[in-house]
T-cell receptor, first 113, second 122 residues
Framework: DAGITQSPRHKVTETGTPVTLRCHQT?????MYWYRQDPGHGLRLIHY???????DKGEVSDGYSVSRSKTEDFLLTLESATSSQTSVYFC????????????FGPGTRLTVL | AQSVTQLDSQVPVFEEAPVELRCNYS??????LFWYVQYPNQGLQLLLK??????LVESINGFEAEFNKSQTSFHLRKPSVHISDTAEYFC????????????????????FGQGTILTVHP
């Protein structure tokens, strides 16, 4: 299994509070991704990174920011959480883009009350 | 932009029966095609992928998928399912690199379908 951990695994927070989710990899892969999974929507890309300090937006990036200061860590921040951001968040990594397999972490279940 | 449609949200079948999970995609450029599987309370893992060459690709656990360019489909099949195949299956596409250049800003990103929950009954 690819070495990907996500923390925390579960979090309950209140509307308006900031939240940071962490993805850590031990594979030295260049690409890292944050997705959210919601019933009926599959997985939707929030942000991704193609190198240290190189990030780009996905299809559902509003309300989220990311940072990648080291190859192994990719942080997802909700500046002011809303109930619509209640979801399961998955981090993924890949060695390159396009043809390369993406390996997924175990997920973080976030509930915003 | 790309889009993926999985035509069935749930597929119930009996053990040892054949199954087909349908996937259609839309894209203005050539794409790579993937099937991922998610077992309960786990992350996704790759089942199989089509990059080029033979349009029929197989996984190690008996699933196969066929790329049909004219119908823009990538349906997943298994001739005889087991209880352990119960999971959610996701079809996905990513933009193909053309002429040595990345396919614009979409290269490397996966676009997923809505998912199909396969439930295998004894």
């Amino acid at each position: 299994d690819a070495g990907i951990t996500q923390s925390p695994r579960h979090k309950v927070t209140e509307t308006g509070t900031p939240v940071t989710l962490r993805c850590h990899q031990t594979e030295n892969h260049r690409y890292m991704y944050w997705y959210r999974q919601d019933p009926g929507h599959g997985l939707r890309l929030i942000h991704y990174s193609y190198g240290v300090k190189d990030t780009d937006k996905g299809e559902v990036s509003d309300g989220y920011s990311v940072s990648r200061s080291k190859t192994e860590d990719f942080l997802l921040t909700l500046e002011s959480a809303t109930s619509s951001q209640t979801s399961v968040y998955f981090c993924a990594i890949s060695e390159g883009g396009g043809t390369d397999t993406q390996y997924f972490g175990p997920g973080t279940r976030l509930t915003v009350l | 932009a790309q889009s993926v449609t999985q035509l069935d949200s749930q597929v119930p079948v009996f053990e040892e029966a054949p199954v087909e999970l349908r996937c259609n995609y839309s894209s203005s450029v050539s794409v790579y095609l993937f099937w991922y599987v998610q077992y309960p309370n786990q992350g996704l893992q790759l089942l199989l992928k089509y990059l080029s060459g033979s349009t029929l690709v197989e996984s190690i656990n008996g699933f196969e998928a066929e790329f049909n360019k004219s119908q823009t489909s990538f349906h997943l099949r298994k001739p005889s399912v087991h209880i352990s195949d119960t999971a959610e299956y996701f079809c996905a596409v990513s933009v193909m690199r053309v002429g040595g250049r990345a396919g614009g800003t979409s290269y490397g990103k996966l676009t997923f379908g809505q998912g199909t929950i396969l439930t295998v009954h004894p």
